[in-house]
């Protein structure tokens, strides 16, 4: 048996520009491949929605899609904006809930979508300027007096509603803005005040008028460290946009739904395989159903690139789909559970020369290939020798988990156990993403000789690592 009898793999490589959404087939094509989770489903009927329609009284605000790379910010701001500008996208959606609350916004908004490059204008100039030729595009005829000229922005946001209106009594305008994170991270001080105050009143404006204003951000703009000096500003804004994050849940429905899709007999399958391991593997036990549906990702696999800190923009599920492309073609082993974990997230730190740049990423793999080599060379069992490597990975993507790599915080026996690495190397294999390099030990065997050993590995390496 293979992995690719296991599952429907559709790989999930490719980043989503907002504004191809545009287009009418491919906005149709996003909204139809869009999965969404439960928690997803009720950030956008509880949070978004009400934000964005116009139909009832609501303290409407702009509202920030917050999220680690690669996580749906765009995909989901493309199904958003695709639907609120075409009612006729309503019945792709895959989610019925969502499908009836988005009714109240579907096909009532003309909408601009704007992707904030490497530029060096100020943000009122780049949103005011593609506002006035969209409008032009659309009929309305506006123009924004320069910047000199005015004492706050928001009495000319309100002239240029009443020309909207006049040529759209009954619709909104929704301003879709991606990317928008690093283009404030170029602006200096007073630039980046006057583009935050901007920001803010174009929340505020939300409230009065038909405007509306959704952006993506890649991390929480108001917890950045970066933008401290300009707390009060942010704080500003903060009370006038709505965050909702993209979590780890969220991520993990991507990966069971789309990347890794099973149907009844596949999941059936994988569930008579993993139940002989299940005796071994408490949480593989308590949590069988959604070791399922991840089947062969690790659950532990999401929880722990989460909190990995490192500078390269990392794609959880880019990240996952070429993992799992290596897998397809390799048998499933019959005496371990082939789960892919953590550990195997460690060869993409390795092989990434940019990351060698960053000097923390640069020290561990240095002592992470010292323990290797001298585990190579020191521990003679074969079978021992790939369960300790495997540890080592953990561990060392493990050091960029702890925001300090110098701090004394290893993982213990049963946390490696659990997250899916070798605790027993009878149940190891491609436990740890290395598949095909499977043996032969029965169940019970020297357990008890290698947890001693995994222990001696675990209280000698935090500090050869650190
Ligand atoms: N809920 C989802 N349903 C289906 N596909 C998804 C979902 N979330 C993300 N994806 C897929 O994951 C990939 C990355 O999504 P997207 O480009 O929206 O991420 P992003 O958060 O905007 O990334 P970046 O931070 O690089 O801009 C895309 O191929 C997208 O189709
Ligand atoms: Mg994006």
Same mark, same amino acid.
């Given at each position: ?5 296991? &599952? ?7 980043? &989503?520009?907002?504004? *191809? ?29 009400? !934000?964005?329609?116009? =139909?009832?009284?609501?303290? @409407? ?16 701001? $493309? ?15 895959? @989610? ?19 992707? &904030?490059?490497? +530029?060096?204008?100020?943000?009122? $100039? ?21 910047? $000199? ?7 000319? #946001? ?25 283009? #404030? !991270? *170029? ?20 409230? @009065? ?14 917890? @950045?460290? %970066? ?23 969220? +991520? ?18 994988? %569930?008579? !395989? ?14 069988? !159903? ?97 369960? *300790? ?48 390099? =499977? =043996? ?14 995994? =222990? ?11």
């Amino acid at each position: 048996m293979k992995y690719r009898d296991l &599952i429907q793999f559709e790989p999930v490589e490719t980043v &989503i520009q907002l504004i *191809s959404s545009e287009d009418a087939d491919y906005a149709a094509q996003l909204v139809q491949t869009y999965v969404i989770s439960e928690r997803m489903a009720e950030v956008i009927t509880e949070v978004i929605i009400p !934000h964005l329609q116009f =139909h009832y009284p609501h303290d @409407n605000k702009g509202v920030l899609v917050v999220g680690n790379y690669g996580t749906g910010k765009s995909h989901l701001l $493309s199904v958003l904006t695709s639907v609120a500008g075409d009612s006729g996208l309503l019945q792709h959606l895959t @989610n019925d809930i969502v499908k009836e609350e988005m009714g109240g916004i579907g096909g009532q908004f003309q909408v601009l979508r704007l992707e &904030i490059g490497a +530029v060096t204008n100020d943000l009122r $100039s780049i949103i005011c300027s593609n506002l006035e030729r969209f409008l032009a595009g659309i009929g309305v005829e506006y123009h924004f007096p320069a910047a $000199s000229e005015i004492t706050n922005n928001k009495d000319c #946001l309100y002239e240029m509603m009443e020309a909207f209106y006049s040529v759209y009594p009954e619709q909104g305008l929704l301003i879709a803005i991606d990317e928008m994170l690093d283009y #404030l !991270h *170029s602006r200096k001080d007073f630039n980046l005040v006057l583009d935050l105050g901007f920001l803010r009143e174009l929340g505020e404006v939300c409230k @009065n008028t038909r405007i509306r204003v959704i952006a993506g951000v890649q991390e929480s703009l108001f917890d @950045n460290p %970066k933008f401290q000096f300009v707390a009060e500003s942010l704080r500003r804004v903060q009370d006038r946009f709505e965050q909702v994050k993209i979590a780890r849940e969220d +991520v993990a429905y991507v990966v069971e739904q789309r990347l890794l899709k099973k149907n009844e007999t596949q999941r059936a399958m994988i %569930k008579g !395989h993993l139940e002989k391991f299940a005796g071994l593997f408490e949480r593989m036990a308590a949590n069988m !159903h959604e070791f399922v549906n991840l089947y062969p990702v690790h659950p532990a696999y999401l929880e722990v690139f989460e909190r990995v800190y490192i500078a390269e923009k990392r794609e959880i599920l880019k990240t996952i789909s070429l993992h799992i492309r290596r897998l397809l073609d390799q048998d499933v082993p019959e005496d371990d559970p082939g789960l892919v974990s953590f550990d195997s997230y460690w060869s993409f730190i390795k092989e990434n020369p940019t990351l060698r740049t960053d000097p923390d990423v640069k020290k561990v793999i240095d002592a992470a290939n010292v323990v290797e080599e001298k585990l190579r060379t020191g521990v003679l069992n074969p079978v021992s020798r790939e369960s *300790s490597l495997r540890i080592l990975s953990a561990l060392s993507v493990h050091r960029l988990t702890t925001g300090e790599i110098n701090v004394r915080m290893g993982l213990a026996p049963e946390e490696i156990k659990g997250g899916g690495s070798p605790a027993h190397p009878w149940a190891s294999g491609t436990e740890c993403g290395l598949p095909g390099d =499977h =043996h032969q030990h029965p169940p019970g065997g020297d357990a008890q000789a290698h947890q001693r050993e995994i =222990h001696r590995l675990q209280q000698r390496e935090p500090p050869v690592l650190s």
